[in-house]
C-alpha cells in the first residue's frame, strides 16, 4: 500500500491519548487523536483513516454508537474498542454485529495493542485489495464479453 | 315449712352449690390454659419482633450496599482510565531506559577509546568516527525527544495516580460503618464529597449547577447525611433520561439549614407523590431498585429532627428540600 495508513485514537481521557501516541511512537501508521466525536468526525472528513481506536465510555456518546455512525459514511474503517468496563454481553453483541474488529481492556499491554492495530491495518489493506481485484475481474469480464459480442459478429 | 322441706331445700342448695363449686374449678383450669396459650403466644410474638428488627437491619445495610454498587461500575471505569495510561506509560519508559542506556554506553565507549589512545594522529581519526556514530545513535533514539518526553510522561503518571489516590479514599470514607458519631459538619463541603462520589454515574448526562450559600456547621452525622445527599443526587440521575441539570441550592435560613436538590428530569405523577417516601414504594424494576431510598432518606432525616419536602409536576422535573436544624438533635 502506497498511502499513508493513519490510526485515529478518541477518547476524553488525554491521559490516555498521550500514552497512546507515546506507545505508538515507532509504528509505520501516523497516529490522530480527539477527544470527542465531533472532532473525530472533522479528522475524518480530513484525513483517508484506516483504523478507529475508541473509548467505549464517553461523555458526548458511547464508543459503540460513534462508531455506527462513522461506519455509515465510512463502511470500510476498521474499529477498536478500548474499555474500562468490560461487559462480556455487549462485548459479544459488539463483535457477532461486525461493528467492532477488536476489543481491548484498560489496563492493556502496549505490546498487545501494536500487535491487534497491525494485525487491524493488515485487514484493511486485505478487504482493499480484495475490492480492487474483484473491481478489475469485474472489468475484464466485461471487456471479454465486448471481445466476445465482437468476434461472434465478425464471424 | 315443715323440717321435711327444709331439708329437701337445703339439700338443693348443697347441690347447687357442690355445681357452682365444680364449674368454678373447670373455669379456673380453664383461665389457667389459656394464660400459659397467652404466655406463649406472646413470647412467640417477642421473637418475631425480634427478628423483624434485625431483618429491617439488613435491608438498610443492603440498600446502603445497593447504591455503592451502582457506583462500583462507575469507579472501576474511574479507575481502569489512569491504571490504563500508567502502566502503557511504564512500558513506553522502559523502552525509553533502554534507548537512554544506548546512548550511554555509547558515550562510556568513546571516553575508553580517547583515553587508551596513545597516537594523536590516529586519536583525531577514532574520535572523529565515535563522534560521528554518537551522533548518529543520539538522532536514531530522538534524545531531545525523549529527554522533554520522559517529565510529561512522569508528571501524567502522577497525576493518575494522585487521581486513584483520591478515588479510593472518598470510597472508604463513604463506606465508613462507624458512622454512629455526630459532629459539626460543613454541608457544602459534605455536598461537594458526595458529588465526587457520585460523578461518575452523573457526568455522561447531567451538568450540576452549585448554588452554595454561606453556612453554619451544621452538627449531624456526617456519613447518613452523606448518604441521603447521595441517594437524592442518584434517583435525581435517574430520573433524567437523555440529558439535563441538576441545580443544588443551600442557604441558612433562621436555625436551620435547607439543602434544595432540583431536577430537570420526569418528574413525579401526582397520584404517587404521597408513597414515594413508603418503604420498598418503586417506580424501577427489580434489579434496580429496592425501594428503600427515599424511605432511608426519611429516617435519616428525622432522626436529625429535620424535615424533607418534594415538589414535583410530571414532566417538570422534581425538588427535594430538606432542613436541617443547625444545632442538631442535642439541642
Not at chain 2, 348443697?14 to 383461665?31: C, F
Request: charged share 25%; hydrophobic share 40%; proline share 2%.
Amino acid at each position: 500500500m502506497s498511502t499513508q495508513q493513519n490510526l485515529l485514537c478518541v477518547d476524553d481521557e488525554s491521559g490516555i491519548l498521550s500514552s497512546l501516541m507515546r506507545a505508538l511512537r515507532h509504528e509505520r501508521f501516523n497516529v490522530l487523536t480527539a477527544s470527542n466525536s465531533g472532532e473525530a468526525l472533522k479528522l475524518l472528513s480530513e484525513n483517508e483513516i484506516q483504523v478507529i481506536l475508541i473509548d467505549q465510555h464517553m461523555p458526548d456518546i458511547d464508543g459503540l454508537n460513534l462508531i455506527k455512525k462513522i461506519k455509515v459514511q465510512y463502511p470500510f474503517t476498521v474499529a477498536v474498542i478500548l474499555s474500562g468496563l468490560v461487559d462480556l454481553e455487549y462485548i459479544l453483541a459488539a463483535i457477532n454485529r461486525g461493528d467492532v474488529q477488536r476489543f481491548l481492556a484498560k489496563p492493556w499491554n502496549n505490546e498487545e495493542l501494536k500487535t491487534v492495530l497491525r494485525q487491524c491495518f493488515h485487514h484493511f489493506d486485505l478487504v482493499h485489495s480484495n475490492r480492487q481485484l474483484s473491481d478489475l475481474v469485474d472489468q475484464q469480464k466485461k471487456q471479454l464479453e465486448n471481445l466476445t459480442v465482437l468476434l461472434e459478429g465478425q464471424g | 315449712m315443715s323440717d321435711k322441706d327444709l331439708i329437701a331445700e337445703n339439700k338443693a342448695l348443697m347441690n347447687a352449690l357442690s355445681r357452682e363449686r365444680k364449674a368454678r374449678k373447670l373455669a379456673e383450669s380453664l383461665l389457667e390454659e389459656r394464660a400459659v396459650e397467652l404466655f406463649l403466644a406472646n413470647r412467640e410474638l417477642e421473637k418475631t419482633i425480634k427478628t423483624l428488627k434485625s431483618s429491617n437491619l439488613q435491608l438498610l445495610q443492603s440498600e446502603k450496599m445497593a447504591s455503592v454498587g451502582q457506583l462500583a461500575a462507575g469507579v472501576a471505569h474511574e479507575i481502569n482510565n489512569p491504571v490504563g495510561f500508567i502502566s502503557s506509560n511504564l512500558g513506553t519508559l522502559r523502552d525509553y531506559i533502554e534507548d537512554i542506556r544506548q546512548v550511554i554506553d555509547a558515550q562510556k565507549f568513546s571516553i575508553k577509546t580517547g583515553i587508551e589512545c596513545t597516537d594523536a594522529k590516529r586519536y583525531v581519526e577514532i574520535n572523529a568516527k565515535v563522534i560521528a556514530d554518537l551522533n548518529a545513535l543520539l538522532d536514531k533514539v530522538d534524545i531531545d525527544f525523549l529527554m522533554v518526553d520522559m517529565n510529561d510522561l512522569l508528571d501524567e503518571s502522577i497525576d493518575g495516580v494522585n487521581r486513584i489516590r483520591k478515588i479510593v479514599a472518598d470510597l472508604l470514607d463513604f463506606s465508613r460503618t462507624n458512622s454512629a458519631d455526630y459532629k459539626n459538619t460543613d454541608i457544602n463541603a459534605l455536598l461537594e464529597k458526595t458529588l465526587n462520589m457520585a460523578w461518575n454515574e452523573l457526568k455522561y448526562k447531567t451538568e450540576v449547577n452549585r448554588d452554595f450559600g454561606e453556612l453554619p456547621a451544621v452538627y449531624c452525622n456526617d456519613g447518613k447525611i452523606a448518604q441521603v445527599f447521595l441517594n437524592l443526587l442518584l434517583n435525581a440521575s435517574h430520573a433524567i433520561e437523555e440529558r439535563g441539570s441538576i441545580t443544588i441550592t443551600t442557604r441558612h435560613i433562621g436555625d436551620d439549614v435547607s439543602i434544595m436538590i432540583t431536577d430537570s428530569g420526569i418528574g413525579i405523577p401526582k397520584n404517587i407523590i404521597s408513597n414515594i417516601f413508603d418503604p420498598f414504594f418503586t417506580t424501577k424494576s427489580v434489579s434496580e431498585g429496592t425501594g428503600l431510598g427515599l424511605h432511608i432518606v426519611r429516617s435519616v432525616v428525622d432522626a436529625h429532627k429535620g424535615t424533607i419536602t418534594v415538589d414535583s409536576e410530571l414532566g417538570e422535573g422534581a425538588s427535594f428540600t430538606i432542613r436541617l436544624p443547625v444545632l442538631g438533635i442535642d439541642a
